[in-house]
């Protein structure tokens, strides 16, 4: 797709997810942040399905959703995404503002809307701070997305089933707050909305503003065959050129080599 195409759709897709975002937390607002959709049944349905083996499982996975594992995903994206090592550095800036930007704004809009989280009694592991947008959900649905788009980017063997793996990892992750009892559903479902939309800006911005030679995934030569057939190099333009005044040296010469026609005249010219 064309630079422009895709700053189109990334920037739609933001837009389109934060709409839903924004239309989600008016409800959460107007509800004063009880649970809504169901949001009860499931935490009480998790808290009655918790072998420990299950437990074990996912608090190890949530685990993956904060601290180091998100930064050191998304410093991996950017070194898949570049192809040069200007490319890998400033793509793995990129990444890292995307996601700590994205970590920032998130805390504003959870102080903001100040939901609390589910009784104490349910909780299967620790948790803290407030409850909407799920943190641990948005940062590990960043990460995840960060790392999608630097494999699509690149595009190797088995793209289709690492986009599948790294996208059930952030997806596995926002449902495991939900399953120990530290989140309703509506909080995940927020998280998801709020990362792709942020994801989605940040994608458009890049690819609409960034110059071309910057843009991971391409080189800094040209890359059109097109412009090179039709641009000839310097030493092979030089060189049609210094043919051409061959031949019309040569032909100069012939011309000199024979007396000028006389119209009177009848036969071949002499030979000087």
């Known amino acids: 797709m064309r630079r422009g195409e895709v700053a189109e759709l990334a920037g739609t897709c933001g837009l389109g997810a934060w709409t839903a975002f924004g239309v989600l937390t008016m409800v959460v607002v107007g509800h004063d942040g009880l649970p809504l959709f169901g949001d009860a049944d499931l935490v009480s349905w998790s808290g009655a399905h918790r072998p420990d083996v299950a437990v074990a499982l996912a608090r190890g996975l949530t685990a993956t959703g904060t601290g180091v594992v998100p930064y050191a995903l998304a410093v991996l994206a950017g070194i898949i995404a570049g192809r040069t090592r200007r490319q890998r550095a400033l793509a793995v800036a990129l990444c890292l503002v995307c996601l700590g930007a994205g970590q920032a704004l998130r805390y504003a809009v959870m102080a903001r809307v100040a939901r609390p989280r589910p009784p104490l009694t349910d909780w299967a592991t620790h948790a803290s701070g407030w409850a909407f947008p799920s943190g641990h959900t948005t940062t590990a649905a960043l990460a995840a997305g960060l790392l999608i788009v630097a494999v699509r980017v690149r595009g190797p063997r088995g793209a289709t089933l690492l986009t599948l793996v790294i996208g059930a990892w952030g997806a596995s992750v926002g449902l495991t707050r939900v399953y120990l009892g530290v989140h309703w559903f509506t909080d995940v479902v927020g998280g998801w909305l709020f990362a792709l939309g ?73 030979p000087a």
């Open 198 to 270: 942020w994801l989605g800006l940040c994608l458009g911005a890049v690819a609409r503003w960034l110059p071309e030679r910057l843009t991971p995934g391409t080189t800094d030569m040209d890359t059109d065959p097109a412009r090179r057939t039709a641009e000839p190099t310097g030493s092979a333009a030089g060189g049609r050129a210094d043919t051409a005044a061959e031949q019309t040296d040569a032909a100069r010469e012939q011309r000199e080599d024979h007396a000028p026609d006389d119209p009177g005249r009848r036969g071949r010219s002499r």
